[in-house]
């Protein structure tokens, strides 16, 4: 069995932790005008190779074993070791040496995918709605190929099987399906969630190896049910072979890791039981880990990988020990959360944060955050960085698409919201990393878009000093709303939306990039340098992109981005 994942998933990042989202910027574009001065010096590289390659950088290996993988791919190499394979029969193989494990006696060869064609909320974003390759998808494409090589070479007959929270992106690409070879695409009973195949991990391969989900018998019992899709695109007919799985384990089926994980990950729950429309977690049960169950993962990331820190993967921390069927308007268990952390820190980790959380969450208890802060020893030398939806600034689109993940607020307070929680975040050495939902659900008009631009301005207005980025991403159909349709960047951004972009960059560009790089590498007048023309290309060239592109586009458009340099600077 060879377990693996594309480079851009298999990165420390040098330890930037929001680089991570660098595979989502645009690698090529094949469109570019072989005239142009552009092509003449990048030819069809838009983010330069060596550039990305130098940001994120291979994880280490020990004879083409990853030393570190992806969360998601521990828990199933951990699935498969409990479930009675050996330890000589199951790798986690490196990328760039995929090839050295694939032979004749490779039975599977399982790929660990989160946005393998580039069509994730913030790829679409930087490319434009995927006119441009994404590193996420180059990356992808490459480790299919070296796999399709390595098979052709040896003769080998591997069911190539790709999982993970990306996998129904091949739904709307299913050309990809045959180009990458592929035998088999898992995916939950809603399509657009990731199913949890670690629960079963074992029988899932065993039903592999033993031929089960060769073809498709919808009378036959079967808890891995197989479907052939059938999918016609310019005349062509692709089929794909779908594999569902919808049983949710319980936290003892959960396996636990054996082996390190990817910056220090562990989980804490599964599922989030606020509702959001937009969004496919929900749709899982919830679950948390007990302390214990926590401990032991982070032990293993101590003693096998020399990790001193952990991420807290959570969908909303502040949701963790509560029910929220019995749980009066969704009030945190602050009693739970400090047992949580204080079980963390007493691993003797250095540092901790979760990845996730809610902003109403957040400040629903007036003692949760500082007595947390005190815990995990947040300082001004230690940052806490959490990623929380900000999704809009409009109070029509929230109360109709998010009304619990307020809650105990009402959509009415969702300003008041947002501004409270950045300042008791900031004040207690967090730093929330928005998200910002851009055309969500296709319903969003220029008036929502412009209340989200207030928001951010008054946000900058009041509290200056306040830390905190914001991130726009295109509406991306999953969840409850999976019948909807994408959100076409290319051609639905009206002046309001092409104005949220605006104004989300500038404000990342001048209050997070220049402030945070002109500070790095101060003792280094060379580092400082890099890090200073970093920021403004970083910053300053998407600004002139989107004002070029209102220039091409409308009077309006233009008249938009002038509105914001006007009044909201
Ligand atoms: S709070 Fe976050 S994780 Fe929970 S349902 Fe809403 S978007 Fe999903």
Same mark, same amino acid.
């Given at each position: 069995?060879?377990?693996?994942?594309?480079?851009?998933?298999?990165?420390?990042?040098?330890?930037?932790?929001?680089?991570?989202?660098?595979?989502?910027?645009?690698?090529?574009?094949?469109?570019?005008?072989?005239?142009?001065?552009?092509?003449?010096?990048?030819?069809?590289?838009?983010?330069?190779?060596?550039?990305?390659?130098?940001?994120?950088?291979?994880?280490?290996?020990?004879?083409?074993?990853?030393?570190?993988?992806?969360?998601?791919? *521990?828990?199933?190499?951990?699935?498969?070791? *409990?479930?009675?394979?050996?330890?000589?029969?199951?790798?986690?193989?490196? &990328?760039?040496?995929?090839?050295?494990?694939?032979?004749?006696?490779?039975?599977?060869?399982?790929?660990?995918?989160?946005?393998?064609? !580039?069509?994730?909320?913030?790829?679409?974003?930087?490319?434009?709605?995927?006119?441009?390759?994404?590193?996420?998808?180059?990356?992808?494409? +490459?480790?299919?190929?070296?796999?399709?090589?390595?098979?052709?070479?040896?003769?080998?007959?591997?069911?190539?099987?790709?999982?993970?929270?990306?996998?129904?992106?091949?739904?709307?690409?299913?050309?990809?399906?045959?180009?990458?070879?592929?035998?088999?695409?898992?995916?939950?009973?809603?399509?657009?969630?990731?199913?949890?195949?670690?629960?079963?991990?074992?029988?899932?391969?065993?039903?592999?190896?033993?031929?089960?989900?060769?073809?498709?018998?919808?009378?036959?019992?079967?808890?891995?049910?197989?479907?052939?899709?059938?999918?016609?695109?310019?005349?062509?007919?692709?089929?794909?072979?779908?594999?569902?799985?919808?049983?949710?384990?319980?936290?003892?089926?959960?396996?636990?890791?054996?082996?390190?994980?990817?910056?220090?990950?562990?989980?804490?729950?599964?599922?989030?039981?606020?509702?959001?429309?937009?969004?496919?977690?929900?749709?899982?049960?919830? *679950?948390?880990?007990?302390?214990?169950?926590?401990?032991?993962?982070?032990?293993?990331?101590?003693?096998? !990988?020399?990790?001193?820190?952990?991420?807290?993967?959570?969908?909303?921390?502040?949701?963790?020990?509560?029910?929220?069927?019995?749980?009066?308007?969704?009030?945190?268990?602050?009693?739970?959360?400090?047992?949580?952390?204080?079980?963390?820190?007493?691993?003797?980790?250095?540092?901790?944060? &979760?990845?996730?959380?809610?902003?109403?969450?957040?400040?629903?208890? +007036?003692?949760?955050?500082?007595?947390?802060?005190?815990?995990?020893?947040?300082?001004?030398?230690?940052?806490?960085?959490?990623?929380?939806?900000?999704?809009?600034?409009?109070?029509?689109?929230?109360?109709?698409?998010?009304?619990?993940?307020?809650?105990?607020?009402?959509?009415?307070?969702?300003?008041?919201?947002?501004?409270?929680?950045?300042?008791?975040?900031?004040?207690?050495?967090?730093?929330?990393?928005?998200?910002?939902?851009?055309?969500?659900?296709?319903?969003?008009?220029?008036?929502?878009?412009?209340?989200?631009?207030?928001?951010?301005?008054?946000?900058?207005?009041?509290?200056?000093?306040?830390?905190?980025?914001?991130?726009?991403?295109?509406?991306?159909?999953?969840?409850?709303?999976?019948?909807?349709?994408?959100?076409?960047?290319?051609?639905?951004?009206?002046?309001?939306?092409?104005?949220?972009?605006?104004?989300?960059?500038?404000?990342?560009?001048?209050?997070?990039?220049?402030?945070?790089?002109?500070?790095?590498?101060?003792?280094?007048?060379?580092?400082?340098? =890099?890090?200073?023309?970093?920021?403004?290309?970083?910053?300053?060239?998407?600004?002139?992109?989107?004002?070029?592109?209102?220039?091409?586009?409308? =009077?309006?458009?233009?008249?938009?981005?002038?509105?914001?340099?006007?009044?909201?600077?």
């Amino acid at each position: 069995m060879v377990l693996a994942a594309d480079r851009t998933l298999m990165s420390p990042y040098r330890g930037i932790s929001l680089a991570s989202f660098f595979g989502c910027a645009p690698a090529l574009d094949f469109n570019r005008d072989h005239n142009s001065f552009w092509y003449y010096v990048m030819r069809n590289q838009v983010t330069p190779r060596v550039l990305f390659d130098f940001i994120c950088n291979p994880i280490d290996h020990t004879n083409g074993v990853a030393n570190y993988a992806p969360y998601g791919l *521990r828990k199933v190499e951990a699935a498969l070791l *409990r479930d009675g394979y050996k330890h000589e029969d199951v790798v986690v193989a490196h &990328p760039d040496h995929i090839e050295k494990f694939i032979g004749p006696e490779t039975e599977v060869v399982g790929t660990y995918e989160m946005d393998p064609l !580039g069509m994730g909320p913030v790829t679409m974003t930087f490319t434009y709605g995927r006119k441009q390759m994404s590193y996420d998808e180059f990356y992808s494409r +490459e480790l299919h190929m070296r796999i399709n090589a390595a098979k052709a070479r040896t003769g080998s007959k591997a069911k190539v099987i790709a999982g993970a929270s990306g996998t129904w992106q091949y739904n709307y690409d299913p050309a990809k399906i045959e180009e990458y070879g592929l035998y088999g695409i898992v995916e939950g009973e809603m399509g657009g969630s990731g199913p949890e195949i670690d629960g079963a991990g074992g029988r899932f391969f065993d039903a592999l190896i033993a031929g089960e989900c060769d073809s498709a018998n919808p009378f036959k019992k079967n808890q891995f049910k197989v479907e052939i899709k059938e999918f016609v695109r310019n005349g062509r007919r692709y089929h794909g072979r779908f594999i569902h799985y919808w049983n949710e384990p319980s936290v003892s089926e959960i396996p636990t890791i054996v082996n390190p994980s990817m910056h220090g990950m562990v989980e804490v729950m599964r599922g989030c039981g606020r509702g959001c429309k937009f969004c496919d977690v929900t749709l899982r049960p919830l *679950r948390y880990y007990p302390v214990e169950k926590v401990q032991k993962e982070i032990e293993v990331n101590m003693k096998y !990988g020399g990790l001193k820190n952990a991420w807290v993967h959570s969908d909303d921390i502040f949701v963790y020990g509560l029910n929220p069927r019995t749980t009066k308007n969704m009030q945190p268990n602050r009693e739970a959360l400090e047992e949580l952390f204080r079980g963390i820190m007493a691993t003797g980790i250095e540092h901790t944060n &979760p990845t996730h959380g809610t902003l109403a969450g957040a400040i629903a208890d +007036e003692r949760l955050i500082p007595n947390i802060s005190k815990i995990i020893r947040a300082s001004p030398d230690n940052h806490i960085g959490i990623q929380c939806g900000f999704e809009t600034g409009s109070i029509r689109l929230i109360g109709k698409y998010a009304d619990r993940k307020l809650a105990p607020y009402k959509p009415e307070e969702w300003h008041w919201v947002v501004k409270t929680a950045i300042k008791t975040l900031n004040e207690n050495y967090w730093v929330p990393a928005f998200t910002l939902i851009m055309g969500l659900n296709n319903d969003e008009t220029q008036e929502d878009s412009w209340e989200t631009i207030r928001l951010i301005h008054e946000l900058e207005t009041e509290q200056p000093d306040s830390k905190f980025t914001t991130t726009p991403l295109t509406f991306v159909p999953i969840g409850l709303l999976e019948k909807s349709d994408f959100f076409d960047i290319g051609n639905t951004m009206d002046p309001g939306k092409l104005g949220v972009m605006y104004k989300t960059w500038q404000h990342n560009f001048k209050y997070g990039i220049q402030k945070f790089m002109g500070k790095v590498g101060r003792d280094n007048p060379i580092k400082n340098w =890099f890090f200073t023309q970093l920021a403004s290309t970083l910053g300053g060239v998407p600004l002139s992109a989107m004002e070029r592109f209102a220039r091409r586009k409308s =009077f309006e458009h233009e008249r938009a981005i002038e509105k914001i340099k006007a009044k909201y600077w």
